[in-house]
Structure formats: C-alpha cells, structure tokens
C-alpha cells in the first residue's frame, strides 16, 4: 500500500466497496426475484470504470514516454513545442476508441432512463460527474440520431431500440 498510486488507491477502495455491498448475494426486486436489469448495469458500470482507470494510466504513460524521449533527444525543446509534439503523438483516445457493445447498450439505456425522468437520484448520483455530457460524446452519431428522435416523440419505444440494437451490434 505504500508504494500504490492515487489510482490504484482509488481502484481498490471501488474494488472494497463493490465487494462489501454485494456481500448479501444478487440484488432482488419487490417480488423476491433477482433484478438482471440491475445487475446488467452493475456489471457494466464496472467495467467502465474500471476501463476509464485502465486508459487514463495508459495514457498517463505513453504521454511520460513521449515527452522522456523529446527531452532526451533534443533537451532545448520549448514547451511549445513539446506540446505541439504531444498532440501530434497521442491524438485523442476518444477519437479513435469503440467502445463494446455491451457497454454502449448499457450506457444507452442509462442515458434514456434518466432523460425520461426514470432514473431515481441514487442511481444518477452512482455515475462520474458530468456523465450526461460525457455518455452524450462517447455515442456514434447514429445512436445520437436516434437517442434524440425518441425523447423528441418522433419514434416509439419499439422502434427506437430495434434501431439502437442494429446500431450498437454493426
């Protein structure tokens, strides 16, 4: 523990608090049976935080590395220019990322619970800061498409997810 980073403090209590809170077994609803929506969205957050911790350390990395080489091979580089360096080097992770279906499913159905108003506060205060914004970016343009004809009223609900399955699964 002493030699362990922010990050990986930060990942080992997630890991501790996940494992207190699920000592109890699988969630259950009001009838007594196991709730596999909640579990699905369960899973799938931790998955997804547990990639953000992942590409956050990657490119916390491969940043260190670009910029020990740069000063190594030329100690005079401005910062101007070690920035330009860093753009052109480690362009955007967010650009060029596809994210698993699975995950993109979950995120979907997380984005339209709560823009429908059917999220209850617990479950959206569970989520990173900004997750709205950030799940909104994250989205390919189609699955926007289609996010925003269904809140505008503009498709039924069958429709909207046999278009976002065929999306997510192309």
């Known amino acids: 523990m002493r030699d362990a980073g922010p990050d990986e403090i930060s990942e080992l209590e997630f890991l501790l608090k996940q494992r207190d809170g699920k000592g109890s077994g699988p969630r259950r609803d009001h009838k007594g049976t196991m709730d596999l929506s909640s579990m699905a969205r369960d899973t799938a957050d931790a998955v997804r935080k547990q990639l953000g911790v992942t590409e956050k350390m990657i490119q916390e990395t491969a940043r260190n590395l670009v910029v020990s080489l ?64 950030r799940y909104w970016r994250e989205f390919p343009g189609d699955v926007r498409a289609l996010i925003r004809a269904y809140l505008n009223g503009e498709s039924d609900t069958q429709v909207f997810w046999n278009g976002i399955n065929r999306c997510i699964r192309a």
């Open 70 to 133: 740069a000063r190594q091979y030329q100690p005079d580089i401005t910062d101007r220019e070690l920035s330009a360096l860093l753009t052109e080097m480690l362009p955007s992770f967010a650009a060029s990322k596809k994210l698993p279906p699975d995950i993109l499913l979950a995120m979907v159905e997380q984005f339209v619970e709560f823009s429908t108003g059917g999220m209850i506060p617990e479950d959206a205060g569970e989520n990173p800061a900004e997750w709205i914004e």
